[in-house]
């Protein structure tokens, strides 16, 4: 493309494209500046999985002010020059990577707070969930919408068709749900959301809503319901 692998428009674009991949992929809404740095760097230098780990592993080695040469020792003459030739770069290259940062913060295309680095809209996104949650919590709960009896006669009918018994924590935490405005329930594959969600949709009275943020998570919410 003709653009220098020392510029600043080069590392403004490699910033949000960290940032942005960083979401996509993983689910983040934000990056701390060191992490930034440490990816930006990859995306830059564009090397094999096996060389971006040779050159952190080094690079961790020189910012505790280890014996390089030690390290160095048994690599080839290739490997110790791509090395050598990094960490020149990387030490040049911090000062461009807060360049690039202030201008993408004075542009509105980031955001900081303390060490974390947010793309704008997904700062602005995050506040307002926040700010959401905040004024449900503080809201009258529904009980007029709420059938606990309804609940009760749900966990008869799941325990009685997979012939085991709810877990506390599940039954307590569809009550505990329909007791509030808002709730978050938490946990990892086979822990029973699923089913706390299906006793609390029994429960309910009112209209409903779900939603899910995946295509698979929406089947496995339209199979349960």
Same mark, same amino acid.
């Given at each position: 493309?003709?653009?220098?692998?020392?510029?600043?428009?080069?590392?403004?674009?490699?910033?949000?494209?960290?940032?942005?991949?960083?979401?996509?992929?993983?689910?983040?809404?934000?990056?701390?500046?060191?992490?930034?740095?440490?990816?930006?760097? $990859?995306?830059?230098?564009?090397?094999?999985?096996?060389?971006?780990?040779?050159?952190?592993?080094?690079?961790?080695?020189?910012?505790?002010?280890?014996?390089?040469?030690?390290?160095?020792?048994?690599?080839?003459?290739?490997?110790?020059?791509?090395?050598?030739?990094?960490?020149?770069?990387?030490?040049?290259?911090?000062?461009?990577?807060?360049?690039?940062?202030?201008?993408?913060?004075?542009?509105?295309?980031? $955001?900081?707070?303390?060490?974390?680095?947010?793309?704008?809209?997904?700062?602005? %996104? $995050?506040?307002?969930? %926040?700010?959401?949650?905040?004024?449900?919590?503080?809201?009258?709960?529904?009980?007029?919408?709420?059938?606990?009896?309804?609940?009760?006669?749900?966990?008869?009918?799941?325990?009685?068709?997979?012939?085991?018994?709810?877990?506390?924590?599940?039954?307590?935490?569809?009550?505990?749900?329909?007791?509030?405005?808002?709730?978050?329930?938490?946990?990892? %594959?086979?822990?029973?959301?699923?089913?706390?969600?299906?006793?609390?949709?029994?429960?309910?009275?009112?209209?409903?809503?779900?939603?899910?943020?995946?295509?698979?998570?929406?089947?496995?919410?339209?199979?349960?319901?």
């Amino acid at each position: 493309m003709g653009i220098e692998r020392s510029s600043i428009f080069r590392a403004k674009a490699a910033i949000m494209y960290v940032l942005r991949n960083a979401s996509s992929n993983e689910g983040h809404t934000y990056l701390v500046t060191k992490e930034v740095e440490e990816r930006v760097m $990859e995306v830059l230098t564009s090397l094999s999985k096996e060389k971006e780990q040779m050159l952190k592993s080094y690079l961790e080695v020189v910012k505790k002010g280890k014996n390089k040469e030690e390290f160095l020792t048994g690599l080839s003459e290739k490997d110790v020059s791509i090395c050598k030739s990094y960490i020149d770069f990387y030490k040049g290259y911090l000062d461009i990577l807060s360049d690039a940062v202030i201008e993408l913060y004075n542009e509105g295309k980031i $955001e900081l707070e303390t060490h974390k680095i947010y793309e704008k809209s997904l700062f602005d %996104a $995050e506040k307002t969930v %926040a700010e959401i949650i905040h004024k449900l919590s503080k809201s009258r709960p529904a009980s007029h919408l709420v059938n606990l009896n309804r609940v009760k006669k749900k966990i008869d009918q799941v325990e009685k068709k997979y012939g085991y018994t709810l877990d506390k924590e599940q039954t307590d935490a569809a009550f505990n749900s329909l007791g509030k405005r808002i709730s978050v329930i938490t946990g990892g %594959a086979g822990r029973g959301k699923t089913t706390i969600m299906s006793l609390i949709i029994a429960g309910w009275k009112g209209e409903l809503i779900l939603c899910a943020p995946t295509g698979r998570a929406a089947q496995r919410m339209a199979e349960a319901t």
